[in-house]
């Protein structure tokens, strides 16, 4: 079975501060797809980040990073000087190559960017 | 119009009342998804199409009826819900099995 936590419901900081936002896996599976989304206040789910089993290289885009960790099965995510508009939910998905069923969303961290 | 939209955005309904929801896609993608997003819960999973084909029911109870007439429209057919149905319902399409790109959503109360 799969499984993603997002040990962390809700987070705060204050304006420029940088954040990291935890995700640990399970699968046994040995190919499998992480993401990460945000849900603004507006509901939508936006696409951050697709990450393949087989490419442990971190990634940056912008103020946002990645850094993945097979040997802990861990996907974390952080923002730097983070800003207002970083205030939503962010969620942490797990896909098996397995077919288009098995995507496991975690429960969500709830950031807040106080100015 | 570009992305994935649903309509309506809010549906406030009896419980003996049909209703239905309406997504649709124009990424050129191949796979569409119904999810029920619950507070406090992860997303469900409720039912993936591919290539118009229902490949996926995760055991959603029948008063929820999918309906999937080409690649670019998907349907929720909705009757004799519970108050307990009453949660954000999002529409997602993916091209293969990748990453998927979700619309707005349908805030649904169920009185």
């Known amino acids: 079975a799969q499984k993603v936590t997002q040990a962390q419901t809700e987070i705060s900081v204050v304006e420029k501060e940088d954040v990291t936002l935890d995700c640990v896996y399970e699968t046994r599976d040995t190919t499998y797809y992480l993401f990460w989304y945000k849900q603004p206040p507006s509901g939508e789910l936006v696409f951050l980040i697709r990450r393949n089993s087989f490419d442990e290289q971190n990634e940056i885009s912008g103020r946002y990073s990645w850094n993945f960790q097979k040997s802990t099965s861990s996907f974390n995510f952080t923002i730097t000087a983070s800003q207002v508009v970083d205030s939503a939910v962010y969620f942490c998905?797990?896909?098996?190559?397995?077919?288009?069923?098995?995507?496991?969303f975690g429960i969500g961290t709830k950031l807040q960017v106080i100015p | 119009e570009t992305g994935v939209t649903q309509t309506p955005r809010h549906l406030v309904m009896g419980m003996t009342n049909k209703k239905s929801l309406k997504c649709e896609q124009h990424l050129g993608h191949n796979a569409m998804y119904w999810y029920k997003q619950s507070a406090k819960k992860p997303l469900e999973l409720m039912f993936v199409y591919s290539l118009e084909e229902r490949v996926e029911n995760n055991s959603v109870p029948s008063r929820f009826s999918p309906e999937c007439p080409n690649s670019s429209h998907l349907f929720l057919h909705l009757h004799t819900l519970q108050p307990e149905d009453s949660a954000l319902y999002l529409c997602?399409?993916?091209?293969?099995?990748?990453?998927?790109?979700f619309g707005p959503g349908t805030r649904l109360t169920v009185l």
């Open positions: 998905a797990l896909r098996s190559s397995g077919g288009y069923q098995k995507v496991t």
């Open positions: 997602a399409s993916s091209l293969g099995g990748h990453e998927q790109f």
